[in-house]
């Protein structure tokens, strides 16, 4: 079933048995969104506007939420009646974690659908700036033939520092060392699996001729690469942040490119998105500039898409729900206002 944008005030109460009411916030048209998440026994709910007041009037008349994978549209607060809430994506920023754990709402994500994805870009951009490829391009459209002129330098044996471990840290860690580097990595904890070798981070710094940022953003990651740490970078060493903006001091960032102690970076996660037209890394010397796209891959869109069905299904049918985030049971239990 379906339900089209409306204006018309939600309820609160439905009758024992009624179709789950589901409210589809992805930027997408409704008959899109229908085409993807129209599980039997549903509901499909979207926004006649994308407002967060749009979604505040229609949250008291939904049993579960399709998030926002922008996020434009944020949950803030569940409402009375929400039950549980399914992220299309590995990241949960756009949602108030503690405040549906308080609720006792589960919120799941999509967990590992980019690691391969979010990898890939970090190791592509990388040799972007090693090899110069976005200036050799640029140059050639000038006119001009550079072809010593502009240098480069081989990825392999270059030592690389991964900072994270998690799955998309860990799959980083592979792909470099499958050119050849020698990979390190700090996380928070040590991990005696993992294909690389722990370092201290201050060690990791400064003697990494590349960092990679693949590191969940929390309390104690927010500003981790500060202005302090970043003047602890081997010099003309690169930096790729394929993580979240507010892991890394960009002012910091951009003082270290314009003087040259920063040899290159690459950024695909910014402190504010979209990045704003006045942003000094936009004019910044070697910098390459990505749209939060690393893990917006055809593949990983799939995976996500089936993830976030596959639990939709579990959830109607009365089974837990998978890779949720925020430490609630994740047996749902439908509820009424």
Same mark, same amino acid.
């Not at 890939?120 to 050639?140: H, I, N, Q, Y």
């Not at 072809?147 to 799955?167: D, F, H, S």
């Given at each position: 079933?379906?339900?089209?944008?409306?204006?018309?005030?939600?309820?609160?109460?439905?009758?024992?048995?009624?179709?789950?009411?589901?409210?589809?916030?992805?930027?997408?048209?409704?008959?899109?969104?229908?085409?993807?998440?129209?599980?039997?026994?549903?509901?499909?709910?979207?926004?006649?506007?994308?407002?967060?007041?749009?979604?505040?009037?229609?949250?008291? &008349? +939904?049993? @579960?939420? #399709?998030?926002?994978?922008? *996020?434009?549209? /944020?949950? !803030?607060?569940?409402?009375? %009646?929400?039950?549980?809430?399914?992220?299309?994506?590995?990241?949960?920023?756009?949602?108030?974690l503690d405040a549906?754990?308080?609720?006792?709402?589960?919120?799941?994500?999509?967990?590992?659908?980019?690691?391969?994805?979010?990898?890939?870009?970090?190791?592509?951009?990388?040799?972007?700036?090693?090899?110069?490829?976005?200036?050799?391009?640029?140059?050639?459209?000038?006119?001009?033939?550079?072809?010593?002129?502009?240098?480069?330098?081989?990825?392999?044996?270059?030592?690389?520092?991964?900072?994270?471990?998690?799955?998309?840290g860990r799959r980083?860690?592979?792909?470099?060392?499958?050119?050849?580097?020698?990979?390190?990595?700090?996380?928070?904890?040590?991990?005696?699996?993992?294909?690389?070798?722990?370092?201290?981070?201050?060690?990791?710094?400064?003697?990494? &001729? +590349?960092? @990679?940022? #693949?590191?969940?953003?929390? *309390?104690?990651? /927010?500003? !981790?690469?500060?202005?302090? %740490?970043?003047?602890?970078?081997?010099?003309?060493?690169?930096?790729?942040?394929?993580?979240?903006?507010?892991?890394?001091?960009?002012?910091?960032?951009?003082?270290?490119?314009?003087?040259?102690?920063?040899?290159?970076?690459?950024?695909?996660?910014?402190?504010?998105?979209?990045?704003?037209?006045?942003?000094?890394?936009?004019?910044?010397?070697?910098?390459?500039?990505?749209?939060?796209?690393?893990?917006?891959?055809?593949?990983?869109?799939?995976?996500?898409?089936?993830?976030?069905?596959?639990?939709?299904?579990?959830?109607?049918?009365?089974?837990?729900?998978?890779?949720?985030?925020?430490?609630?049971?994740?047996?749902?239990?439908?509820?009424?206002?």
């Open positions: 079933m379906t339900t089209e944008p409306t204006t018309t005030e939600p309820t609160t109460t439905e009758p024992a048995g009624a179709p789950w009411r589901v409210l589809a916030l992805p930027p997408l048209p409704h008959e899109v969104l229908l085409s993807l998440f129209d599980v039997p026994g549903t509901e499909l709910v979207t926004p006649a506007e994308r407002t967060q007041a749009e979604v505040a009037r229609l949250l008291p &008349d +939904v049993d @579960v939420v #399709v998030g926002d994978w922008s *996020p434009s549209l /944020r949950l !803030l607060e569940p409402g009375p %009646r929400v039950c549980f809430v399914q992220q299309p994506s590995v990241g949960t920023d756009g949602i108030d549906f754990a308080a609720a006792g709402i589960p919120v799941a994500n999509c967990a590992d659908a980019n690691t391969i994805s979010v990898a890939e870009w970090c190791v592509s951009a990388t040799l972007a700036m090693l090899r110069a490829t976005v200036e050799g391009d640029a140059s050639v459209r000038r006119g001009e033939w550079k072809q010593t002129a502009l240098g480069g330098r081989e990825l392999a044996g270059c030592r690389v520092g991964v900072i994270g471990m998690g799955p998309i980083t860690a592979e792909l470099f060392g499958a050119f050849g580097c020698d990979v390190s990595y700090w996380s928070r904890s040590r991990h005696d699996d993992a294909p690389a070798t722990w370092l201290e981070l201050d060690e990791l710094l400064a003697t990494s &001729d +590349v960092v @990679v940022l #693949v590191i969940a953003l929390g *309390p104690p990651t /927010r500003g !981790l690469l500060d202005a302090d %740490r970043l003047a602890r970078l081997k010099p003309g060493a690169l930096v790729v942040n394929g993580a979240r903006g507010e892991v890394l001091d960009e002012t910091a960032l951009v003082a270290g490119l314009e003087s040259g102690a920063i040899g290159a970076a690459a950024l695909d996660v910014f402190s504010a998105e979209p990045l704003p037209a006045d942003s000094p890394l936009r004019t910044a010397p070697r910098v390459l500039l990505s749209p939060h796209m690393a893990g917006s891959t055809g593949q990983a869109a799939m995976r996500i898409l089936g993830q976030s069905t596959a639990n939709l299904r579990r959830v109607l049918a009365g089974e837990p729900a998978v890779d949720v985030v925020n430490g609630v049971d994740p047996a749902v239990r439908r509820r009424f206002g």
